[in-house]
C-alpha cells in the first residue's frame, strides 16, 4: 500500500521575510524601537527583489510588529496593541490620579528592571548605560533636553534584564509616560536626576541587584514627588 503524499505548498518570498523578520523581534533580537535597515540592505541580506521585501514590510506594518512613517526609518513597534495604550493617554494630562496610577505600574516594571539587569547585564549592555550617562552629562553642561536620554536610559535597563516580554511591555509604558518625564525637567533638577541615574548605573555595573533595586525605588519615589508638585502647583488635581 502506497503512503499518502501532502502536496507541496508554494510560499511566497514576501511570507518568508515576514517570518524570518518575526521570529528576530519575538526571539528578543530584535526590540521595540529598534530601527530596520534600509531597504537595499534588507534587499541584499535576504536577496529579494525590492517587490517582495516592500509587500512583506507592509504585512508587518499592518499586523503591528513594525511601524513604517514617512520620511523616517522604519521601527520595530512593541507587541502591546495600542488600543491598550491610547485610551489612557488623554487622562496623563489632566488627571493626578491616572499618572499616579500608571507611575505605580512603572515602578513594578523598573524595580524588576533593575534587579535583573544588576544579574544579567552584558559588557555591550554595560557600555551602552554608560554612554548615556556621559550624553547626559554633556547635554546638562549645553543646557540642553534630558528627555530622549532619560527614556534611553530607562529602556536600556530594561533591555539589560533580558527579558523580551518585559522590555515589550517597558516600552508601551514610556510611551505613555515620556511627556510626564518631561515635566520633571521642568523642576531645574537635571543634575539631580543625573546623580540618581548615576547610583543605579553603578549598581548594575557592580553586579549588586539588591542595591539596584533600591536606588531604581529611590530615583521611582523622587519622579513621583515631582511630577505630584508640579500638578499640585497648576491644580491639575483628582476629578472628584
Not at 491598550?84 to 496623563?92: A, D, G, K, M, S
Not at 548615556?132 to 533591555?159: C, G, P, R
Request: hydrophobic content about 35%.
Amino acid at each position: 500500500m502506497q503512503p499518502d503524499y501532502e502536496p507541496i505548498k508554494q510560499v511566497k518570498v514576501s511570507t518568508l521575510i515576514v517570518d524570518q523578520i518575526k521570529s528576530h523581534i519575538v526571539g528578543g533580537n530584535l526590540k521595540p524601537g529598534d530601527v530596520l535597515p534600509s531597504e537595499r540592505d534588507l534587499m541584499k541580506s535576504f536577496n529579494v527583489s525590492r517587490s517582495s521585501l516592500r509587500e512583506a514590510l507592509k504585512i508587518l506594518d499592518a499586523t503591528g510588529f513594525i511601524e513604517i512613517a514617512q520620511r523616517k526609518r522604519t521601527r520595530v513597534k512593541s507587541i502591546v496593541p495600542d488600543s491598550f495604550i491610547e485610551p489612557i493617554r488623554p487622562l496623563l494630562k489632566e488627571n493626578l490620579e491616572t499618572v499616579l496610577e500608571v507611575h505605580d505600574v512603572r515602578r513594578c516594571l523598573e524595580s524588576w528592571n533593575a534587579y535583573y539587569a544588576a544579574e544579567r547585564a552584558t559588557e555591550e549592555d554595560i557600555e551602552g548605560l554608560r554612554r548615556n550617562i556621559e550624553s547626559m552629562e554633556k547635554k546638562i553642561k549645553d543646557n540642553q533636553s534630558l528627555v530622549d536620554e532619560d527614556a534611553d536610559f530607562h529602556l536600556a535597563i530594561s533591555s539589560a534584564s533580558h527579558n523580551k516580554i518585559q522590555t515589550h511591555l517597558m516600552y508601551s509604558i514610556y510611551a505613555l509616560i515620556r511627556d510626564t518625564v518631561g515635566i520633571c525637567y521642568e523642576t531645574d533638577e537635571s543634575r539631580d536626576i543625573l546623580e540618581e541615574h548615576q547610583n543605579i548605573f553603578k549598581a548594575i555595573k557592580d553586579k549588586n541587584s539588591e542595591l539596584a533595586r533600591r536606588m531604581m525605588n529611590a530615583h521611582l519615589d523622587k519622579v513621583q514627588a515631582r511630577v505630584h508638585r508640579f500638578f499640585n502647583d497648576r491644580k491639575i488635581l483628582h476629578p472628584r
